[in-house]
């Protein structure tokens, strides 16, 4: 079955007639168009793909499945003009803006709106052989160019610099991009789960967290990998071993059938159980795919179970405030009976000079 029969199938089970994809991964993943502005209307029938002119040529090559609809600056209008006589139409409520919602309603007067933001990402969760080669090709771009970077790193660089050469090495290795902007973190700021490049220089005894990815054809990748200059303290040690330690048991604990909450709980227990969970304040991971961050989580509320095909991360990490900071994260593809771990980048401890 293609995407759009898989599409058609799960819209007769929930009774829904019209589904309008304003999402652009979503729209991408249905029609294979790559330009982004663009509405797709996917009914039990018929498929349009709403664009202007600058796209129209690309819409026609790229997605022969749709029928592709030249739009003015209101998509909202040209529905109308179609004039589907739908009873129940879906959106993307967690995507739409509060104006288009106002169109949209005035586009289907006589239907029912139903707001269903993960019909189309339920879909993309399970990654097709296609999608699945191009996950892979994304995450050895960034184990490349991690390798790379770590030759270049010196004490009294900026984050920013290295931040730079790592989105250097990875569009010379055939990235588009970066997935997302990278975190590079160190000394007291690799205590910040989230802390993007700064100007601040990396010097001996610190830790230094790097959080990045590439993307390859529409495809995302996400790693981390933390490693220390100078020499680390007996402390330092014990922190990284212990994440080192329960990224590997949340690695092993992921199997068809169970949930992301359970998983996550795997990984957790260690990190409590050695007196550091409340210094491991986020989920353990998230889908990787078309976004960077898609469902199904691991994380304390993900009833969701796990089933082959998906690709997830597996990111745990301690954060002590005015300290520093640890975060080990790779990429997983569930198997039949377990998962094939996607990263290869080194997860010892890597200690620079
Ligand atoms: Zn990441
Ligand atoms: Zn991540």
């Not at 040209?78 to 803006?97: A, N």
């Amino acid at each position: 079955m293609n995407r759009l029969e898989r599409m058609r199938q799960r819209m007769q089970e929930d009774k829904i007639d019209a589904y309008v994809v304003l999402r652009p991964e979503n729209g991408r993943y249905l029609s294979g168009f790559t330009g982004g502005e663009a509405t797709l209307i996917v009914t039990l029938d018929k498929a349009f793909l709403l664009t202007d002119f600058r796209y129209i040529e690309q819409a026609k090559e790229q997605a022969p499945d749709f029928e592709i609809v030249k739009t003015g600056h209101d998509h909202f209008l040209t529905l109308v003009e179609i004039g589907l006589q739908s009873k129940r139409v879906g959106f993307e409520g967690d995507f739409i803006t509060y104006s288009d919602y106002g169109k949209l309603r005035q586009s289907f007067l006589q239907s029912e709106l139903l707001s269903l933001p993960s019909f189309v990402n339920d879909l993309r969760s399970i990654k097709d052989e296609q999608e699945i080669n191009l996950i892979r090709q994304a995450v050895r771009i960034a184990d490349d160019a991690f390798a790379e970077v770590l030759k270049t790193i010196e004490i009294g660089q900026t984050e920013q610099e290295i931040g730079l050469n790592l989105e250097f090495f990875m569009r010379r290795l055939g990235a588009n991009g970066g997935s997302f902007e990278f975190i590079i973190a160190s000394g007291n700021r690799s205590a910040l789960p989230h802390g993007t490049a700064s100007p601040k220089q990396v010097q001996a005894g610190e830790f230094l967290t790097m959080d990045f990815g590439a993307i390859y054809q529409g495809y995302c990748s996400d790693i981390t990998r933390t490693i220390f200059l100078g020499e680390p303290t007996e402390k330092q040690r014990e922190i990284y071993a212990l994440v080192l330690e329960a990224q590997r048991a949340g690695i092993a604990a992921v199997t068809p059938g169970r949930t992301g909450k359970e998983v996550d709980a795997v990984a957790r227990k260690i990190i409590e159980d050695a007196g550091y969970g409340e210094y491991f304040g986020h989920g353990l991971g998230h889908s990787v795919g078309l976004a960077i961050h898609e469902g199904p989580n691991f994380n304390m509320r993900e009833e969701r179970v796990i089933e082959p095909g998906m690709v997830v991360t597996v990111e745990p990490g301690i954060y002590i405030p005015d300290w520093g900071g640890v975060r080990i994260e790779d990429i997983i593809l569930v198997t039949e009976n377990g998962c094939e771990v996607l990263t290869k980048a080194p997860k010892e401890f890597i200690i620079l000079e």
